[in-house]
């Protein structure tokens, strides 16, 4: 179909105001917010409910027009940007902001596609109940793009991935049709687990309309320390110790390296480590409860007890909530830190727990051995095995170096995360950035498996193409 | 192929001691445990491992041979039964029994699919964890068999479905390829979540052949609880104030209505009604924590509250690990007692919690005066909206007034649970039961996602044939 018949004919479905045509408008959704992608678009076009994106997805499938949805815009990998080819639409789901239901005895809270993160946990919030999804970019992601990419975060700990936080999903798919399966059911075995099919999919089997959430007892309060450890291992060490004794009262363990934490006192205003001395790595800790009155007691004995274990070297509890922020804002800082020191060629990659410190040791020994003078730069989510294992090169490093360098590394990394069974895309998605990888690393079986699903769902594979396969 | 050809040819594959042929032997796998199903089978082959599953399955997808998996032959909708064709063999699990690895710093445990439920259970234990899966028939039931029908139980409240429990899978496909899906992480977002496809898919995409599932730290003690209530509106108040204050240390919230108890005094040795007075319903709790000193209190002290909010009724606390024993037989008792009792047309039905109690009254009414001499017997899991609704006929009903009644009751109440967002088979699955009635209630979009990815996955449709869809 001809872009002026397609314009008009989608302006007709959506309405003038749906539709951004000038460059000027477009500017923010053809490029990601990292700016690492560029692209271009015939048209954005901005339903306001599941019927219109059901129009419009039937008209992208008689045109044959390819189609790459689009949330907040705040992904890593580069899913929600458009080719350069200038023929993929845009659909944006920005203006699906509707809360539609909560139902704090189910537990439940039912919400379009494009709601933002934070006004989800504002909504369970205000019903007495936790959504505990948490991202960096809660105040701008929405909850269509959590779904699409099953975004992690810092409590997937306690509560799991994005997967794991949804019932029920509504989706127009590739040819228009709409799915309503916005169940809100902790049990329903009658048939194949659609939900968590679409969930992670990227965009590319259909686009998620709206999405029926888990809700969670609010925790009542918390308590949070800062730990100093010789080794990785004791930090593993430290995190089993901690769920045999808290169970499920653990609702973060984040790590950074020493390193880590020089940056960040060296690049984020205010920013000082919690403990008199500087140790190889550090764990942020958090304890939740409904019930918190023994979280204090309850840390300080666990502490205590890997203190005198030699466990751990040193540690500090928050005493209110003033130093528990300052402990988070610590781990927030750290993409401002790294953003000031260098450009950063970045892994986000998960091994089994059991391995972690041993593929760090190696890792770190094959980097400095063909890397010698770029600092690593480690830090991560423990407590899921998910490290955000980074490397720092100069900010004023040449285009080609960058590209060279990060292929390299990549690649090295990589390799050790396979060799111990691990993900090269632990929370962050596939996309553009780890399409061409994801064939070095998946087995035949395993790609022909999602190849067959794809082609079954989007036989005329118009759904975000360039990504993710 | 011919029958003398294909045994032959199975018999290179998994040696003589691997086919069962005569007629005596096949008796348990062709008749599934209730009863309620007969087929026929050429051969039951036993493979020892992934690869002899693999030859097997080759051989089969050549000859064009269907194939019935089956683990422990305990489910409750026919899902591994043959037909009365004669024509498809199956394909027992039973001797591939090897728990593979346990990795309790991964909090991991990886084993073959044919590993008994109980065996699961016991090596966490053995490794200081918890595989919380727990099933009525968890000294029968295989792994296998409960990721195919994605059992659920009476841990789900808290630790979800058999899907929620299992991190990754090894599958044989229809042609006899092998996924080794069996990665051990909690964050890998690299592509499809092919695992959470084939759990619950009931053999009608591959056969799983191992698993890798999560465990968790090990309760160090429970209390449990027996409540009156006057309603199951109360009951389900009591859940979510029962919810706010203890978090997740409700580890199990079961319902019984006071008729349901009635049978299983009259029906079970020794089983009594913990409190001194009937009531219409009532709830079987229990809270677990890893720290358990404080769990008798705050019971306590949430049950007084709830009894002096007049929520409910009466309550006794166990206050040793005999009383809760007692209390928990009278939960596991009911199957019992309703076999001694009659012949039961049963539900396993789900409805969000906020209705459980609407749905109750309006089915009770309906069937109440559409068949006002059939008594109701109603339990399940409230915590999990997942209801137990059978009704009982007498225990000399005619087969054909059996089924003329079965057949106007399942409509009448899934009509009613259809109507109210819920789902007819919670946690039993659809294999030969409910294959016919999940027309009626799945949408044609979701009855299609179905079937296109059946035909992707297994084109030549020889997984399971004739059941789920």
């Known amino acids: 179909m001809r872009k002026p018949e397609l314009i008009e004919r989608l302006s007709h479905l959506v309405g003038d105001t749906g539709l951004v045509l000038d460059a000027e408008g477009q500017a923010p959704y053809v490029r990601d917010w990292l700016g690492k992608w560029q692209g271009g678009t015939p048209v954005v076009v901005r339903p306001r409910n599941a019927t219109e994106v059901s129009a419009v997805m039937r008209l992208c499938h008689q045109s044959r027009t390819p189609v790459v949805p689009q949330g907040g815009n705040t992904g890593m990998s580069g899913g929600a940007t458009p080719d350069a080819s200038g023929a993929q639409v845009i659909l944006s789901l920005n203006r699906m902001t509707r809360i539609r239901e909560v139902d704090p005895v189910n537990n439940t ?3 379009d596609a494009g709601v933002l993160l934070a006004d989800v946990q504002q909504a369970a919030r205000c019903a007495g109940r936790l959504f505990p999804l948490s991202l960096g970019s809660e105040g701008s992601c929405t909850l269509g793009g959590n779904l699409a990419t099953n975004a992690g975060g ?3 700990l306690r509560y799991g991935n994005t997967r794991d936080l949804a019932l029920g999903l509504e989706v127009v798919l590739p040819d228009g049709r709409v ?48 730990v100093g450890a010789e080794s990785l291992a004791q930090v593993v060490g430290l995190l089993t110790r901690m769920q045999a004794a808290c169970g499920d009262r653990l609702t973060a363990f984040e790590m950074m390296s020493a390193r880590c934490l020089d940056l960040i006192v060296a690049h984020v205003d205010g920013a000082a480590n919690p403990l008199s001395a500087r140790h190889p790595y550090y764990a942020l800790l958090e304890l939740s409860d409904t019930e918190p009155s023994g979280l204090p007691t309850m840390l300080e004995s666990t502490l205590g007890g890997a203190l005198e274990a030699g466990l751990i070297q040193d540690c500090v509890i928050a005493m209110n909530d003033s130093q528990a922020q300052s402990m988070w804002r610590l781990r927030e800082g750290i993409s401002q830190a790294q953003m000031r020191a260098g450009k950063a060629v970045k892994h986000d990659i998960a091994v089994p727990i059991s391995r972690l410190a041993a593929f760090v040791d190696e890792a770190d020994l094959a980097l400095m051995s063909e890397f010698p003078h770029l600092p690593i730069v480690n830090f991560g989510h423990i407590g899921d095995g998910n490290l955000h294992y980074n490397v720092l090169l100069p900010l004023d490093v040449a285009p080609a170096e960058y590209a060279r360098l990060t292929a390299a590394l990549n690649r090295r990394v990589h390799d050790l995360v396979a060799q111990r069974g ?6 962050h998605g596939v996309g553009q950035l780890r399409r061409d990888e994801l064939r070095r690393y ?18 005329n594979q118009l759904m975000n193409p360039g990504k993710l396969l």
Chains 1, 2 share one sequence.
């Open 109 to 111: 809270l039912c919400a």
């Open 154 to 156: 810092t409590a997937v």
């Open 179 to 226: 799915w309503n399966g916005l169940r809100g059911l902790r049990k329903d075995n009658t048939g194949y687990d659609l939900k968590s099919l679409f969930i992670g999919s990227e965009g590319t089997l259909g686009i998620i309309t709206g999405a029926m959430l888990k809700l969670f007892p609010a925790p009542a309060g918390r308590a949070t320390a800062w």
């Open 422 to 427: 691990g993900s090269i895309s632990a929370e």
């Open 442 to 459: 998946k087995s035949p079986v395993e790609m022909d498996l999602m190849l067959m699903i794809k082609r079954a769902l989007d036989p």
